[in-house]
């Protein structure tokens, strides 16, 4: 009987205790895209790609991210995605192409999400 209660808490674990890393949300939506080029996305690792994005910051990059830019869809086209997510993911594409940023807290995540949400739509 134990075994099955440990099963059961196991799927009663809060949302944010079951969310991915950037890495892992790198390698499940954005590495198609970002580890060719795709679209000019730009690739993982590329310092020179990511060298006037990094200048921009996560104040920019990461509600692109969430909303949306040129070819890329919202959340790389992963709905699923939470914003925390997706912000941890922005995260270490840009620290592999140079960026030394820290993980995104709660508190950031919301302000982009206002950000991306205010983003006029084509």
Same mark, same amino acid.
């Given at each position: 009987? *134990?075994?099955?209660?440990?099963?059961?808490? =196991?799927?009663?674990?809060?949302?944010?205790?079951?969310?991915?890393?950037?890495?892992?949300?790198?390698? $499940?939506?954005?590495?198609?895209?970002? %580890? %060719?080029?795709?679209?000019? =996305?730009?690739? $993982?690792?590329? $310092?020179?790609?990511? &060298?006037?994005?990094?200048?921009? +910051? $996560?104040?920019?990059?990461?509600?692109?991210?969430? %909303? +949306?830019? *040129?070819?890329?869809?919202? &959340? +790389?086209?992963?709905? =699923?995605? %939470?914003?925390?997510?997706?912000? *941890?993911?922005?995260?270490?594409?840009?620290?592999?192409?140079?960026? !030394?940023?820290?993980?995104?807290?709660? =508190? &950031?995540?919301?302000?982009?999400?206002? !950000?991306?949400?205010? !983003?006029?739509?084509?």
């Amino acid at each position: 009987m *134990r075994p099955l209660l440990l099963m059961l808490a =196991a799927f009663t674990l809060p949302a944010s205790a079951q969310e991915m890393t950037g890495a892992e949300v790198y390698d $499940l939506t954005c590495r198609e895209c970002h %580890s %060719s080029g795709k679209l000019n =996305a730009p690739k $993982l690792g590329d $310092l020179r790609s990511w &060298k006037k994005l990094l200048r921009e +910051g $996560l104040d920019d990059l990461v509600p692109a991210a969430l %909303s +949306g830019i *040129r070819h890329m869809p919202a &959340k +790389g086209g992963n709905p =699923a995605l %939470s914003d925390l997510e997706v912000a *941890r993911a922005v995260v270490f594409m840009a620290n592999a192409g140079g960026g !030394k940023f820290g993980q995104p807290t709660p =508190a &950031k995540v919301e302000q982009w999400r206002k !950000k991306a949400d205010a !983003k006029p739509r084509p």
